[in-house]
């Protein structure tokens, strides 16, 4: 399984109006279906008149083309995730709240464990997130929960169908800088470990029992596995088996220049042109997003497939881009297969 992962937007706060979308975006695939969607990338390019070699970039496609691009792709079983939310509502006081609560979470456990040493290292990690850049955190948040999300819905969907897709996960993430660290990626290496299980063991990923989770049997826990102090904690975790999402994320991660790898350039195109969306910028916004919601899965009481964030303030969604987001629902793929 490839997992590539961009973003669309800033996050920046300082004076953002409403409707200041910013998006992460993932786009999960089997490897067998690598040459599919490497074939499709080339097509538009060459519909674009730009050469294989060329990066090609959403405010370079026409409306029409983009159009087919997507439908192009929603002929391949892979899956579209997207976390997204609006600068214009993300006040920095109250990012900070958050961020003092998500910091505050990480120190749950801290009495637990045994050796000072590690304490201690919680604590340090702890400081640096409560002083991390508002931006960054933002960005940060909505990229390690599109993550999760990952484990909780696309594992669920491709065991029924793929399973044998499930033997190995292999992240690539657009790297801004090809030749230095930049701060968000120093930022991600650092926390997202610990941010992972926070989230992992307020919402556990379930599993269906009547799949074979055997091909990615070494990413589960077995049952005994989990501390004690963690089922005392969290009793919905006694006698389960269950992902080990940290080994699932970190054990192969990679930066990766998008000049250099196709995917890179599918998800940045279709980070891009979710966010355009969400602005409502597009000529035939409905089609669109007919075509983008039948990248993506059904969710759980017929919610949004584009995970809302917000971080302490929230508004109704206006009446156009809620009948946009109504069209991306009705066009999901059904999450449970039908014999």
């Known amino acids: 399984m490839e997992i590539m992962i961009d973003e669309a937007g800033t996050f920046a706060l300082k004076g953002a109006p409403e409707n200041s979308w910013c998006a992460v975006a993932a786009y999960a695939c089997p ?3 690598r040459k599919k969607y490497e074939s499709i990338l080339s097509d538009l390019k060459r519909r674009e008149n730009k050469n294989e070699s060329e990066e090609i970039k959403l405010h370079q496609v026409s409306e029409i083309s983009y159009i087919k691009f997507l439908k192009d792709l929603n002929a391949l079983n892979g899956i579209l995730l997207c976390t997204a939310t609006d600068s214009g509502l993300n006040f ?8 003092k609560a998500q910091a505050a979470s990480m120190m749950n456990n801290i009495d637990e464990m045994k050796y000072e040493s ?3 290292a919680v604590k340090y990690l702890t400081s640096q997130l409560e002083n991390l850049p508002a931006q960054l955190y933002i960005q940060l948040a909505c990229q390690i929960r599109l993550m999760h999300s990952f484990v909780i819905r696309c594992i669920c969907y491709f065991v029924q169908r793929e399973p044998n ?9 657009d790297q801004k800088e090809p030749h230095k660290k930049i701060d968000f990626e120093d930022a991600f290496e650092k926390f997202c470990p610990a941010l992972l299980q926070t989230f992992s063991l307020q919402e556990p990923a379930s599993k269906l029992d009547w799949c074979d989770y055997r091909p990615m049997a070494k990413y589960m826990y077995k049952k005994g596995d ?3 102090y ?7 975790l006694k006698d389960k088996e269950g992902f080990d999402i940290q080994k699932i994320v970190r054990k192969d991660i990679e930066f990766i220049d998008s000049k250099s790898y196709p995917g890179i350039q599918i998800i940045d195109l279709l980070a891009s042109g979710l966010r355009r969306l969400l602005k409502q910028e597009y000529k035939n916004n409905e089609i669109v997003a007919q075509f983008l919601g039948g990248l993506m899965i059904q969710e ?3 919610n949004p497939p584009i995970e809302l964030v917000t971080f302490g303030s929230e508004k109704k969604l206006d009446d156009s881009l809620a009948k946009i987001i109504r069209i991306m629902i009705k066009s999901c793929r059904p999450m449970i297969k039908k014999s």
């Open 92 to 99: 920095e006081s109250l990012v900070k709240k958050h961020q």
């Open 230 to 236: 963690l089922v005392n904690k969290f009793p919905h």
């Open 118 to 120: 590690g304490k201690d």
């Open 226 to 228: 989990i501390p004690d």
């Open 165 to 173: 897709s499930l033997r190995s996960f292999r992240w690539k993430i």
């Open 31 to 33: 490897e067998s279906e």
């Open 300 to 302: 759980t009481h017929n």
